[in-house]
Protein backbone atom coordinates (compact mmCIF):
# COMPACT_ATOMS: atom_id res chain seq x y z
CA UNK A 1 0.00 0.00 0.00
CA UNK A 2 1.35 3.44 -0.66
CA UNK A 3 2.02 5.71 2.14
CA UNK A 4 -0.48 8.11 2.43
CA UNK A 5 0.15 11.31 4.77
CA UNK A 6 -1.92 13.07 6.85
CA UNK A 7 -4.17 10.10 7.27
CA UNK A 8 -6.13 8.60 10.17
CA UNK A 9 -6.91 4.70 9.44
CA UNK A 10 -9.86 3.16 11.30
CA UNK A 11 -8.84 -0.77 11.85
CA UNK A 12 -6.11 -2.79 13.53
CA UNK A 13 -3.01 -1.49 13.76
CA UNK A 14 -0.87 -4.64 13.10
CA UNK A 15 -3.32 -5.32 9.73
CA UNK A 16 -2.60 -1.69 8.82
CA UNK A 17 1.10 -1.37 9.52
CA UNK A 18 1.47 -4.49 7.69
CA UNK A 19 0.57 -3.05 4.69
CA UNK A 20 2.39 0.10 4.68
CA UNK A 21 6.24 0.56 3.48
CA UNK A 22 9.79 -0.61 5.34
CA UNK A 23 11.33 2.08 6.38
CA UNK A 24 8.51 5.52 5.97
CA UNK A 25 8.46 7.01 9.25
CA UNK A 26 10.84 9.30 10.97
CA UNK A 27 9.30 8.82 14.23
CA UNK A 28 6.81 6.78 16.13
CA UNK A 29 5.28 7.41 19.10
CA UNK A 30 2.95 4.48 20.95
CA UNK A 31 0.53 4.44 23.58
CA UNK A 32 -0.84 0.52 24.13
CA UNK A 33 -3.28 -0.43 26.20
CA UNK A 34 -1.39 -1.74 29.18
CA UNK A 35 -3.39 -4.80 29.65
CA UNK A 36 -4.38 -3.73 32.98
CA UNK A 37 -7.87 -3.69 32.82
CA UNK A 38 -8.94 -0.38 31.14
CA UNK A 39 -12.60 -0.45 29.81
CA UNK A 40 -12.13 0.78 26.32
CA UNK A 41 -14.25 0.66 23.42
CA UNK A 42 -13.82 -2.36 21.68
CA UNK A 43 -10.09 -3.76 23.59
CA UNK A 44 -10.37 -5.76 26.01
CA UNK A 45 -7.29 -4.93 28.16
CA UNK A 46 -7.00 -8.56 30.22
CA UNK A 47 -5.39 -10.51 27.82
CA UNK A 48 -3.70 -13.54 29.21
CA UNK A 49 0.20 -12.62 30.53
CA UNK A 50 1.79 -14.67 27.25
CA UNK A 51 -0.85 -13.50 24.37
CA UNK A 52 0.19 -10.04 25.57
CA UNK A 53 3.81 -10.34 25.03
CA UNK A 54 2.95 -12.16 21.96
CA UNK A 55 0.57 -9.16 20.93
CA UNK A 56 3.49 -6.42 22.04
CA UNK A 57 6.34 -8.32 19.87
CA UNK A 58 4.25 -8.27 16.50
CA UNK A 59 2.84 -4.58 16.85
CA UNK A 60 7.07 -3.82 17.57
CA UNK A 61 8.49 -5.98 14.93
CA UNK A 62 5.81 -4.31 12.61
CA UNK A 63 7.20 -0.77 14.29
CA UNK A 64 10.50 -1.98 13.86
CA UNK A 65 10.21 -2.29 9.95
CA UNK A 66 8.37 1.24 9.43
CA UNK A 67 10.79 3.16 11.27
CA UNK A 68 13.66 5.13 8.94
CA UNK A 69 17.30 3.98 9.35
CA UNK A 70 17.23 7.45 11.45
CA UNK A 71 14.22 7.14 13.03
CA UNK A 72 13.11 7.28 16.96
CA UNK A 73 10.44 5.22 19.27
CA UNK A 74 8.69 6.05 22.17
CA UNK A 75 6.98 3.72 23.62
CA UNK A 76 4.50 4.66 26.87
CA UNK A 77 3.77 1.44 29.03
CA UNK A 78 3.04 0.67 32.40
CA UNK A 79 4.60 -0.79 36.00
CA UNK A 80 3.59 -4.77 34.44
CA UNK A 81 5.03 -4.82 31.32
CA UNK A 82 7.80 -2.22 31.09
CA UNK A 83 10.66 -4.55 31.61
CA UNK A 84 9.03 -6.90 29.01
CA UNK A 85 8.89 -3.96 26.24
CA UNK A 86 12.20 -2.66 27.09
CA UNK A 87 13.63 -6.81 26.58
CA UNK A 88 11.82 -6.67 23.13
CA UNK A 89 12.77 -3.36 22.15
CA UNK A 90 16.46 -4.62 22.78
CA UNK A 91 16.10 -7.77 20.82
CA UNK A 92 14.51 -5.74 17.70
CA UNK A 93 18.17 -3.91 17.75
CA UNK A 94 16.98 -1.21 18.61
CA UNK A 95 19.27 1.32 20.70
CA UNK A 96 17.95 2.87 24.45
CA UNK A 97 18.45 6.52 24.75
CA UNK A 98 16.16 6.94 28.29
CA UNK A 99 14.05 5.40 29.74
CA UNK A 100 11.93 7.87 31.07
CA UNK A 101 9.36 8.65 34.07
CA UNK A 102 6.45 11.01 33.06
CA UNK A 103 5.65 11.82 36.80
CA UNK A 104 1.81 13.03 36.81
CA UNK A 105 -0.28 14.80 38.91
CA UNK A 106 -4.08 13.80 39.84
CA UNK A 107 -3.47 10.42 39.97
CA UNK A 108 -6.54 7.85 40.24
CA UNK A 109 -6.94 7.38 44.05
CA UNK A 110 -5.95 3.89 45.73
CA UNK A 111 -7.63 2.11 48.54
CA UNK A 112 -4.50 -0.99 49.10
CA UNK A 113 -1.72 0.88 47.51
CA UNK A 114 -0.19 3.70 46.76
CA UNK A 115 -1.67 6.05 43.98
CA UNK A 116 0.04 5.43 40.51
CA UNK A 117 1.20 8.32 39.68
CA UNK A 118 3.82 7.61 36.76
CA UNK A 119 4.04 6.25 33.27
CA UNK A 120 7.17 5.18 31.70
CA UNK A 121 8.11 5.96 28.54
CA UNK A 122 10.98 3.98 26.56
CA UNK A 123 13.14 6.14 24.20
CA UNK A 124 14.92 4.18 21.71
CA UNK A 125 16.59 5.22 18.24
CA UNK A 126 16.97 2.92 14.99
CA UNK A 127 20.70 3.89 15.10
CA UNK A 128 22.85 4.08 17.34
CA UNK A 129 24.48 7.77 16.53
CA UNK A 130 22.28 8.75 13.91
CA UNK A 131 18.90 10.05 14.68
CA UNK A 132 17.22 13.53 15.51
CA UNK A 133 17.39 15.22 18.64
CA UNK A 134 16.75 18.81 18.35
CA UNK A 135 17.87 20.01 21.73
CA UNK A 136 17.53 23.50 21.27
CA UNK A 137 13.84 23.03 20.49
CA UNK A 138 13.04 21.48 24.03
CA UNK A 139 15.57 23.47 26.13
CA UNK A 140 13.81 24.86 30.05
CA UNK A 141 15.13 26.87 32.28
CA UNK A 142 18.33 25.96 34.60
CA UNK A 143 18.44 26.05 37.87
CA UNK A 144 21.49 27.99 37.22
CA UNK A 145 19.12 30.72 35.56
CA UNK A 146 16.38 30.61 38.05
CA UNK A 147 17.15 29.95 41.64
CA UNK A 148 21.22 30.71 41.50
CA UNK A 149 21.44 33.66 38.90
CA UNK A 150 24.40 32.32 37.57
CA UNK A 151 25.80 34.16 34.58
CA UNK A 152 27.69 31.22 33.35
CA UNK A 153 23.74 29.45 32.91
CA UNK A 154 23.34 29.06 29.02
CA UNK A 155 20.82 31.52 28.20
CA UNK A 156 18.86 29.00 26.38
CA UNK A 157 18.44 27.05 29.44
CA UNK A 158 18.49 23.24 29.65
CA UNK A 159 17.85 19.92 27.89
CA UNK A 160 14.94 18.50 30.27
CA UNK A 161 15.61 15.58 32.86
CA UNK A 162 14.42 11.96 32.23
CA UNK A 163 11.90 12.56 34.84
CA UNK A 164 8.69 14.60 33.06
CA UNK A 165 6.46 16.50 35.06
CA UNK A 166 2.93 17.02 33.48
CA UNK A 167 -0.40 16.52 34.73
CA UNK A 168 -2.80 14.04 33.41
CA UNK A 169 -5.52 15.06 31.44
CA UNK A 170 -8.54 14.74 33.78
CA UNK A 171 -12.48 14.75 32.81
CA UNK A 172 -12.65 18.05 34.15
CA UNK A 173 -10.00 19.81 31.90
CA UNK A 174 -10.96 21.68 29.20
CA UNK A 175 -8.21 19.96 27.28
CA UNK A 176 -10.28 16.89 27.70
CA UNK A 177 -11.82 15.51 24.23
CA UNK A 178 -14.69 12.70 23.96
CA UNK A 179 -15.25 9.64 25.85
CA UNK A 180 -11.38 7.88 26.19
CA UNK A 181 -9.88 6.68 29.18
CA UNK A 182 -6.63 7.82 28.67
CA UNK A 183 -5.94 10.51 27.28
CA UNK A 184 -2.38 12.10 26.62
CA UNK A 185 -1.24 15.91 27.56
CA UNK A 186 -0.50 18.09 24.26
CA UNK A 187 3.19 19.34 25.87
CA UNK A 188 4.42 15.60 26.64
CA UNK A 189 3.57 15.12 23.02
CA UNK A 190 4.75 18.70 21.67
CA UNK A 191 8.28 17.40 23.32
CA UNK A 192 8.51 14.46 22.10
CA UNK A 193 8.06 15.78 18.42
CA UNK A 194 10.18 19.09 18.52
CA UNK A 195 13.06 16.81 20.22
CA UNK A 196 12.95 13.54 17.96
CA UNK A 197 11.52 14.93 14.46
CA UNK A 198 11.65 18.16 12.21
CA UNK A 199 8.83 20.23 10.35
CA UNK A 200 7.86 18.10 7.25
CA UNK A 201 8.61 14.56 8.86
CA UNK A 202 6.23 11.70 9.37
CA UNK A 203 4.94 10.94 12.98
CA UNK A 204 3.31 7.43 13.23
CA UNK A 205 1.36 6.35 16.40
CA UNK A 206 -0.29 2.85 15.91
CA UNK A 207 -2.69 3.57 18.69
CA UNK A 208 -4.83 6.81 18.03
CA UNK A 209 -7.10 7.10 21.06
CA UNK A 210 -8.03 10.63 20.93
CA UNK A 211 -5.43 11.67 18.36
CA UNK A 212 -3.13 14.11 20.66
CA UNK A 213 -0.23 12.72 18.11
CA UNK A 214 -1.97 13.58 15.26
CA UNK A 215 -2.48 17.01 16.56
CA UNK A 216 0.10 18.18 17.61
CA UNK A 217 1.91 16.67 14.85
CA UNK A 218 -0.13 18.53 12.52
CA UNK A 219 0.30 21.88 15.14
CA UNK A 220 4.44 20.92 14.50
CA UNK A 221 4.48 21.27 10.90
CA UNK A 222 4.66 17.31 10.32
CA UNK A 223 3.22 14.99 8.52
CA UNK A 224 0.84 12.13 10.75
CA UNK A 225 -0.52 8.71 10.06
CA UNK A 226 -3.13 7.77 13.12
CA UNK A 227 -4.23 4.24 13.61
CA UNK A 228 -7.58 3.40 15.90
CA UNK A 229 -9.26 0.41 16.31
CA UNK A 230 -12.55 1.58 17.76
CA UNK A 231 -14.90 2.95 15.54
CA UNK A 232 -16.20 5.51 17.76
CA UNK A 233 -12.44 6.94 19.39
CA UNK A 234 -11.68 7.41 15.34
CA UNK A 235 -14.40 9.79 15.00
CA UNK A 236 -13.25 11.58 18.08
CA UNK A 237 -10.08 11.86 16.32
CA UNK A 238 -11.25 13.19 13.10
CA UNK A 239 -13.41 15.72 14.86
CA UNK A 240 -10.77 17.19 17.33
CA UNK A 241 -8.55 17.43 14.04
CA UNK A 242 -11.14 19.22 12.01
CA UNK A 243 -11.72 21.57 14.98
CA UNK A 244 -8.05 22.13 14.53
CA UNK A 245 -8.21 23.33 10.96
CA UNK A 246 -12.04 25.34 12.25
CA UNK A 247 -9.43 27.29 15.26
CA UNK A 248 -6.83 27.82 12.70
CA UNK A 249 -8.86 29.57 10.31
CA UNK A 250 -10.90 31.40 13.02
CA UNK A 251 -7.35 32.63 14.52
CA UNK A 252 -6.65 33.76 11.09
CA UNK A 253 -9.71 35.47 10.29
CA UNK A 254 -9.99 37.14 13.41
CA UNK A 255 -5.96 38.45 13.03
CA UNK A 256 -6.97 39.53 9.23
CA UNK A 257 -9.63 41.50 11.17
CA UNK A 258 -7.68 43.54 13.22
CA UNK A 259 -4.67 44.16 10.31
CA UNK A 260 -8.21 46.12 8.70
CA UNK A 261 -9.29 47.70 11.44
CA UNK A 262 -5.64 48.55 12.26
CA UNK A 263 -5.18 49.91 8.46
CA UNK A 264 -8.40 51.41 8.61
CA UNK A 265 -7.75 53.33 11.73
CA UNK A 266 -4.46 55.02 10.21
CA UNK A 267 -5.87 56.45 6.92
C1 LIG B 1 -3.84 4.19 25.78
S1 LIG B 1 -4.94 4.52 24.48
C2 LIG B 1 -4.12 5.77 23.54
C3 LIG B 1 -4.44 7.15 24.01
C4 LIG B 1 -3.77 8.23 23.17
N1 LIG B 1 -2.36 8.28 23.40
C5 LIG B 1 -4.37 9.60 23.44
O1 LIG B 1 -3.65 10.55 23.81
O2 LIG B 1 -5.57 9.77 23.30
C6 LIG B 1 -4.81 3.10 23.48
C7 LIG B 1 -5.72 3.10 22.29
O3 LIG B 1 -5.36 2.02 21.43
C8 LIG B 1 -6.53 1.52 20.81
N2 LIG B 1 -6.22 0.16 20.33
C9 LIG B 1 -6.20 -0.98 21.03
N3 LIG B 1 -5.82 -2.01 20.25
C10 LIG B 1 -5.61 -1.51 19.02
C11 LIG B 1 -5.20 -2.07 17.80
N4 LIG B 1 -4.94 -3.38 17.69
N5 LIG B 1 -5.09 -1.28 16.72
C12 LIG B 1 -5.35 0.05 16.82
N6 LIG B 1 -5.74 0.65 17.96
C13 LIG B 1 -5.86 -0.12 19.06
C14 LIG B 1 -7.58 1.60 21.90
O4 LIG B 1 -8.91 1.61 21.35
C15 LIG B 1 -7.21 2.91 22.58
O5 LIG B 1 -7.94 3.99 22.09
New binding site residues.
Partial sequence: MKIELDKVYHG???EIMKQLPDECVDLIFA???FNIGVR????KDNLKYEEYLQWSESWLKEAYRLLKKNGSIYVAIGDEFAAELAIILKRLGLYMRNWIIWYYTFGQHQKKKFTRSHTHILYYTKHKSHFTFNADAIRVPSARQTVYKDRRANPKGRIPDDVWTFPRVCGTFKERVGN?P???PTALLERIILASSNPGDIVLD????????AVVAKRLGRHFIT????EQ?YSTIIERLNMEDAKKFIKKDIKGLFDSLYEFSNT
Fill in positions: DCIDPPYDKWHCQMPFGGTGTTIELSY
